[in-house]
């Protein structure tokens, strides 16, 4: 990867935890928090999933963006149609945009990080619980990464 | 470089190594991204569905402050519960006198306005806010110049060119 693709994610070789910016999420939008894709290694399971969603599943990927505009310009999101917490796992939260789901947890300094997404088929309790925990795995790896100083 | 849990060094657990290495690469996430930029601002089905969905949040954000239930909302509104239900779930289309009873009846102000998209202190155009009442700000003269201060009057700019249009 060259120097100038690195640009837009904001890590560096020798840290592997780190955070992109969401091309369709505007900077006008992120009054209260900026929206950002947990990146593990160059990998990003959120950007993947958002990418895939946005040339498969359109109205989908319009209803997951106008939820994140939402979370972007509020301190928190009430409404549980548009962002749900985990029972469990209190601090990390979903997205819900059609059929698809974005699973975020709230960092540090006002920003919302977006870890990995999936297209709900079915109504599984069980699948829902272990998107959650994927989450705050997550969640845990980002801020481990924090205190080591392998993030930011 | 795994260590001998299967994991890497930044710790990510096995089962979520596979997911990793599934997926696209960042970069080429951001192109798939960028090759089709859609400015959602710019698409009415998009606009109109955020600005409910921030109404909403008014909503709740003012039936949370107030302690208010649904079934206490629909009273106040006779309405019915089912049909708050329905408002809330945005299952229901409402138009802005519906919007301007609700406010009402939560005793906020609604605001729908229409701002310049390049406005960097608006997001959005519509929203629930709770009413300020605003007094008239008290005139205050401190008492050691009391004397000396009078009141700036048209008669006495007279010949002030500046106030003659």
Redesign the interface.
């Known amino acids: 990867m060259s120097g100038s693709n690195r640009a837009n994610v904001n890590i560096k070789v020798d840290r592997p935890i780190g955070l992109s910016e969401i091309p369709d999420v505007k900077t006008d939008w992120q009054t209260e928090h900026t929206i950002r894709a947990l990146v593990v290694d160059e990998r990003s399971l959120a950007l993947s999933f958002l990418a895939e969603l946005k040339s498969r599943h359109f109205g989908d990927y319009r209803k997951i963006m106008k939820v994140a505009k939402l979370v972007a310009c509020q301190p928190r999101v009430r409404n549980e149609n548009q962002v749900r917490p985990g029972k469990k796992y209190r601090e990390t939260y979903e997205m819900k945009g059609g059929h698809a789901r974005l699973f975020f947890f709230y960092g540090p300094q006002e920003e919302v990080v977006c870890t990995h997404g999936f297209l709900k088929s079915k109504a599984s309790r069980k699948e829902q619980s272990l998107e959650f925990a994927k989450c705050d795995t997550f969640r845990n790896l980002f801020y481990e990464g924090m205190g080591k100083g392998l993030s930011r | 470089m795994k260590n001998h849990r299967g994991q890497?060094?930044?710790?990510?657990?096995a089962e979520?190594e596979a997911?990793?290495?599934g997926?696209?690469?960042?970069?080429?996430?951001?192109e798939?991204?960028?090759s089709?930029?859609?400015d959602?601002?710019a698409?009415p089905?998009?606009v109109a569905?955020?600005v409910k969905?921030?109404f909403?949040?008014g909503v709740?954000?003012a039936m949370?402050e107030q302690s208010m239930t649904k079934s206490g909302l629909a009273h106040k509104l006779g309405k019915s519960r089912q049909y708050i239900g329905k408002l809330?779930?945005?299952r229901a289309n409402f138009t802005i006198e519906t919007m301007a009873e609700i406010a009402c009846a939560l005793k906020w102000n609604l605001d729908v306005r229409l701002v310049r998209?390049?406005d960097?202190f608006e997001?959005?155009t519509c929203a629930i806010e709770p009413v300020r009442r605003r007094t008239p700000a008290p005139r205050v003269v401190p008492p050691e110049f009391s004397d000396e201060i009078e009141p700036v009057t048209m008669e006495s700019q007279d010949g002030d060119d500046a106030c003659a249009a």
């Open positions: 890497r060094g930044t710790g990510v657990p979520l997911l990793l290495e997926a696209t690469p960042v970069q080429e996430s951001l798939s991204l960028r089709a930029p859609v959602f601002d698409d089905e998009f569905g955020f969905a921030r909403l949040e709740l954000r949370e809330l779930n945005e998209l390049d960097p997001v959005g």
